[in-house]
């Protein structure tokens, strides 16, 4: 069983910058693959950023280039870094793990269904 931890959420002026943190439990951290997805009210999950086992990273077409997601396996922990934020990045930000699934069809890995631990989420609010 993997336990994720979301941290770092908060309310940030368009523009700005946010680091928000996911700590996972587990001893073999450095083989999950590594996910955060965001939810608005009445909308489903949508695929942000994921770090692979391998250390690949994939990003939604929105993201153009203003996040980064990385992985600390020494702290058991991923990372989303975003800049130049948009009210239209408002949402609960949820990590999501799974354990070392390779594909190498990359669509894989922006799907929900893909991952089998997830965290409680953290608010993210950017006021234009």
């Known amino acids: 069983q993997v336990q994720l931890v979301e941290s770092g959420g908060g309310l940030m002026q368009a523009g700005g910058s946010l680091r928000v943190s996911c700590a996972a439990s587990?001893?073999?951290?450095?083989?999950?693959?590594l996910a955060w997805f965001r939810q608005v009210p009445g909308k489903g999950r949508e695929f942000v950023a994921a770090?692979?086992?391998?250390?690949?990273?994939y990003y939604a077409e929105f993201v153009e280039g203003r996040f980064t997601v990385s992985r600390d396996n020494a702290k058991n922990t991923v990372y989303l870094h975003m800049n130049s934020l948009k009210p239209e990045d408002t949402a609960i930000y949820y990590c999501a793990a799974d354990e070392r699934t390779y594909s190498s069809d990359s669509s894989y890995y922006y799907q929900e269904s893909t991952y089998d631990y997830w965290g409680q989420g953290t608010q993210v609010t950017v006021s234009s």
């Open positions: 770090i692979i086992f391998t250390g690949t990273t």
């Open positions: 587990g001893r073999t951290f450095s083989s999950y693959n």
